[in-house]
């Protein structure tokens, strides 16, 4: 391990490692590496640090990671623990705890029992055997599985596979966005098919919707084990048939037809086989152009449901509109098979640049009723509308997910960064499902909804281009706007914005502040880690999903608020819903909490809250670091606004694109309650101007789409300018002499 690696375990700098090597000769010498970077044993390390007093502050995943990447590359050891992922999940954490304490040679012979008396359901494993050198993954896995989910741990080891094998390409999908997906299935949807099937996740959302018989395939036989031990978890009484192969070239499920199919399949596969399956049966829309291989994966899907059966699919703008796919795509119309295109925001999924679409499929039915429009929803409006939420999902338990389906063209980042967009998934959800339900009850007579969705008869969607973007169907604004309603409500923000300017300039008005001297002040720090073992406050962890129990608790949620991420990055009041509870579903936000986003996603002025009489009793949401200190030893508000630092974010974080935060190892400077409380004063006083320039903000926004929505639309005048008529001339057409 290297010294970064020990910094993260112990909870210091490096800075701090590189000083115990300089001053302790007992520090354990290097076994690998070069002078500039040496290698140090783990083992040697932690019983160094044991022996100092020092605990490991890294999350149990990291400490997993850590032990196999010490084994090396070839090891074979991540598929191998596979199928104890799932033995472990069926123990207390009692039991977890006591078999990572017995010697060696005991864990190794108790864990190959263990998953020895497992049913033979994940594809290809051969039987287990471990070996000495596995002793210290297997207790890491142990300890993972029993702190942070199995999940978790399934997760750790697909993300160890795919760094080892050749899986370029392989990206997730956020849970939120697997739940939306198969929430667009009829209820009634129990044989489910997934053939690119990556992690699982969609297959998983399907059987929390009641689907019972779920098929899956991927290309990699990593996916194929990670699928299988995730089904095993979530839907452990499915009946599960899970192949490894290429699902277009080598259809496993071939003769295998489902009530839906839910796929995110790869995107802009140039090798799909264009050449070799050009005369495929299943090409009853047309044969994919070469470089359409996600229309090969539409059609595939279609061929594998019955009549009236549903197909969901994940797919990348530019299948709604390059001209390659154009004749297809009219087909697909023609036949009624398409039935609904949704736009998701950037950021989503993953590729994070661009925007994706959800399709949505249905097998005609013969004799069955004509359909005669397509509904198209802007979910990219929620983006802009609803609260940002790096962190938050719509279900149990991360934004983790599945794949990006078939594997072979795109690349994965850590399966734990399990957020890849910075939206509201439970607006999204509720703004795509309602619109959803409402054409699909009563298609002849739904009612399009301005700037949200719109149903288009297939005949205007049969131009030249057959172009079925979104945003070219749904209309910003309705043509019925009432003039009078819209000028008074534009007389109303305006009188909003002037009192919250003014409330702004008060907040922003100069509160007396000082230099501390000729230099920056210098003071004691510690970590929150070491404040927990002195008492000073309580760590409740933002845990990833796949907790055991996470929704077994019994306590009761119905009625009760749920603090969310998106809340804390937003400054709202709790508006999560029982999708989004933390692990532990019995812990409850108490006034003077201090609560820290477990994800950053860029904007860190926003990555703490002290919780206030709004958020008390409410339920604490996933995704969330709760801190609960001792009123006689610290204040609230102190702690939230250094926590919040960006430099303590960044110090304490691990990651890239998604940066997640430990919290043990984030700074407090050790001073005096008094001295506390006047920086917590501070710190509140900076608080209420972040919040009336977020209030001016949106109002100011909200007042000029209003007015542009008016001018544009013809329902409001210009405003009169000084020395102009008070009746402006309103003519037919413009003056002969007019630009």
Known sequence: MTAAEISRIAGVTRATVSNWRRRHDDFPAPSAGTETSPLY??????????????????????????????????????????????????????????????????????????VGELPATVPETEPVRYGPDDVGAVR????????????????????????????????????????????????????VLDPACGSGTLLAAAARRGARELFAQDSL????????????????????????????????????????????????????????????????????????????????????????????????????????????????????????????????????????????????????????????????????????DTASATDTATVDAGTRGGSRSRRSGSPSSTSAASFDWVGLTDRVLGQW???????????????????????????????????????????????????????????????EVTALAASAASGGWRPSGASAREWRTATVSDLARGGALTVLRAVPSGTRGSKGSGTPTAERPVLAARDIAAGSPPSGTAADIHTDAAQTVAAGDVLVRAVAGGDTATMTRVADDRDAGALLGQHIHLLRPDPARLDPWFLAGFLGAEDNIAAASTGSSLVHVT?????????????????????????????????????????????TTGLTAGVLLPADSPGTSDSPKTPDAPDSGSA
Not at 365 to 374: A, I, L, S
Not at 478 to 499: C, F, K, S, T
Not at 668 to 687: D, K, S
Request: glycine residues 8%.
């Open 41 to 114: 044993d783990l083992p040697a390390v932690q019983t160094w640090l044991r022996g100092r007093g020092h605990t490991s502050t890294a999350s149990p995943t990291e400490q997993l990671r850590t032990a196999l990447r010490l084994l090396g590359p070839g090891s074979g050891v991540a598929a191998r623990l596979f199928p104890l992922v799932v033995a472990a999940s069926r123990r207390t954490p009692e039991e977890l705890a006591e078999l990572a304490a017995v010697p060696g040679d005991q864990l190794i012979a108790r864990a190959e029992k263990f």
């Open 221 to 388: 036989p990593v996916q194929g084990r990670r699928t299988a031990v995730r089904l095993l978890l979530a839907a452990p009484d499915a009946e599960t048939v899970i192949r490894v192969g290429d699902s277009l070239r080598d259809d496993a499920f071939s003769d295998v037809t489902v009530d839906a199919v839910l796929c995110n399949p790869p995107f802009a596969d140039r090798d799909w086989g264009h050449d070799e399956l050009a005369y495929d049966p299943r090409w009853a829309y047309g044969v994919p152009p070469r470089f359409e291989s996600e229309l090969a994966w539409v059609q595939h899907a279609l061929a594998h449901l019955g009549p009236g059966g549903y197909t969901v699919m994940l797919l990348p703008p530019g299948v709604a509109f390059r001209s390659s796919g154009r004749r297809v795509r009219a087909e697909l119309i023609r036949g009624g098979a398409l039935r609904a295109v949704v736009s998701l925001p950037a950021g989503a999924a993953y590729p994070l640049h661009i925007g994706l679409q959800i399709w949505v499929f249905q097998r005609p039915e013969p004799g069955g009723t004509d359909r005669t429009t397509v509904l198209f929803v802007d979910g990219e409006g929620e983006q802009r509308d609803g609260a940002p």
């Open 437 to 499: 339900a409402a054409f699909t009850t009563a298609p002849d007579t739904y009612a399009d909804e301005p700037g949200v969705a719109r149903a288009v008869p297939l005949v205007d969607l049969l131009d030249e281009v057959v172009d079925v973007t979104p945003a070219r169907h749904v209309r910003a604004t309705a043509g019925d706007i009432d003039p009078a309603a819209l000028a008074r409500r534009v007389d109303d923000l305006h009188d909003q914005l002037a009192e």
């Open 663 to 707: 919290p043990g190892r984030l700074r407090v400077p050790l001073l005096p309650l008094e001295e506390q409380r006047r920086y917590g004063e501070a710190f509140r006083r900076v608080h209420e101007l972040r919040a009336a320039v977020r209030r001016t903000a949106d109002l100011a926004a909200d007042t000029a789409a209003t007015l």
């Open 140 to 191: 890491a896995l142990l300890d993972c599985v029993r702190e942070a989910g199995a999940q978790a741990a399934v997760d750790v080891l697909a993300e160890r596979e795919l760094d080892e094998g050749a899986a370029g390409g392989v990206y997730q999908t956020p849970e939120g966005l697997a739940l939306l997906m198969a929430r667009l299935l009829p209820a009634g949807a129990s044989r």
